[in-house]
């Protein structure tokens, strides 16, 4: 049977046709390769070690307090290092190939596949992680090929965030369906506000903001030109000849749509509860959450779901490994979940938590409900998101811009990922 380092090797070769990424070799080195010059070190025994992306000052310091809490029973401490969110997978690289990888490494749930494909990373049910009680959305953001290798505190998802008093003046209700939504941001445009705001940037936010649309039309990743994800586009595009939606929504990034919601530039947007601190602390505009509108009425709403996961790369020391599962189980209780999520604005996973969080909080309650229906972009795609992922990009950047059409944007789109496989 080949080594574990053998087996990264190939299974990276296959998956890029060839090219070994240097993240494959570095985790061969720190998982297979213990005796080689430059992949040794001592760890700490009395130090559970988390690379992370907790950077900002509050954060890392509110991280430390619930790790503080986790470790003392256990008779350790947890030693936090933290870069910036787009970085943690370089840092694992370098750190991986002098085999001085962190007993956890958090990061984003989109980006685990990349590290679980290459036998890396231990099963959390081996490091005695208890996994149940979990909402499937959450569970399925931590899972590669139907096993969890990453547990997530808290996620986030999108809804449909609206100015309560330019509703109420217009006699209109939150719109539930998308003809509610055509027909709400058309009455809502006037002046230099616009009806809707949404992010059509052609990078993750805007393929983010997208998914909501493309999903809930019954459009699938995995096959995007099956004939449904169009009526998504033609949505997207008929707000922006209807001249409810801004020609710029194809430039902005999701914190420029918030920039223009707090404004007043428009009346509704879709966004994620990582701008509630900016709207809670803004006095000009009111606002209230609510559902995203789907294509028929009755029908769930199918968002993303996003955040980190807490992964346990594999050592060769199984006591630090069962350290850290215990560490993460206390973590994951319903009561530090719960703390945890009121204190960064996301929703608990565990179900029980995420009910309370919901009763506690009843402003972000729709963002509570819509995790319950949130799929995870890389459930059935795995590690062909990237691709997909720029595929999207590409369609809905070049229906707004009306270069072409959506039927023709799908098409295109899905020979672009084929043609990269």
């Not at 988390?50 to 470790?71: G, P, W």
């Not at 290092?81 to 997978?89: G, K, L, M, N, T």
């Not at 968002?303 to 020391?317: C, E, L, S, Y």
Request: hydrophobic share 40%.
């Amino acid at each position: 049977m080949p080594s574990v380092a053998g087996r990264i090797r190939a299974r990276f070769s296959r998956a890029t046709g060839g090219r070994i990424p240097a993240f494959a070799a570095a985790l061969a080195c720190a998982t297979g390769a213990l005796g080689l010059t430059g992949c040794a070190a001592e760890p700490d025994p009395g130090t559970v070690t988390v690379l992370n992306s907790a950077t900002d000052t509050a954060e890392h310091a509110a991280n430390q307090r619930f790790f503080d809490r986790c470790a003392k029973p256990l008779g350790v401490r947890v030693e936090q290092i933290s870069v910036p969110a787009d970085q943690v997978a370089s840092k694992a690289l370098r750190m991986a190939s002098s085999h001085s990888l962190t007993d956890i490494l958090e990061l984003d749930g989109s980006e685990l596949p990349q590290f679980a494909e290459t036998d890396g990373l231990r099963p959390l049910k081996e490091a005695g992680v208890d996994t149940s009680g979990f909402s499937a959305s959450a569970t399925s953001l931590g899972s590669y090929d139907g096993v969890q290798y990453g547990i997530a505190r808290s996620v986030n998802s999108l809804a449909l965030i609206y100015n309560t008093k330019l509703l109420k003046d217009a006699g209109i209700a939150p719109p539930r369906t998308w003809a509610d939504l055509r027909e709400a941001a058309k009455k809502l445009t006037a002046g230099d506000t616009y009806g809707m705001a949404f992010s059509a940037s052609p990078n993750a936010d805007g393929v983010y903001q997208f998914l909501p649309f493309f999903w809930s039309a019954g459009g699938d990743e995995a096959h995007l030109d099956n004939g449904k994800g169009e009526a998504a586009l033609r949505l997207w595009k008929d707000l922006e000849t209807d001249g409810s939606a801004s020609k710029s929504v194809v430039n902005w990034n999701q914190q420029d749509v918030n920039d223009q919601f707090v404004a007043g530039r428009a009346a509704m947007m879709i966004n994620g509860p990582w701008q509630v601190p900016v709207l809670s602390a803004q006095k000009k505009v009111t606002w209230a959450v609510a559902s995203i509108p789907v294509p028929e009425a009755g029908k769930a709403a199918v968002p993303p779901i996003g955040g980190t996961v807490m992964a346990i790369p594999k050592n060769d020391d199984p006591a630090r490994e069962k350290k850290a599962g215990k560490l993460l189980n206390c973590l994951n209780s319903s009561q530090n979940q719960l703390q945890w999520g009121e204190s960064v604005n996301n929703v608990p996973t565990r179900a029980a938590a995420a009910q309370a969080y919901a009763a506690q909080n009843p402003k972000l309650a729709a963002f509570a409900d819509l995790v319950t229906t949130a799929r995870s972009r890389t459930a059935e795609v795995g590690t062909r998101w990237p691709a997909v992922g720029d595929a999207l990009a590409g369609a809905f950047q070049s229906v707004l811009t009306g270069r072409t059409s959506p039927e023709s944007a799908l098409h295109r789109a899905q020979q672009q990922v084929s043609a990269g496989k």
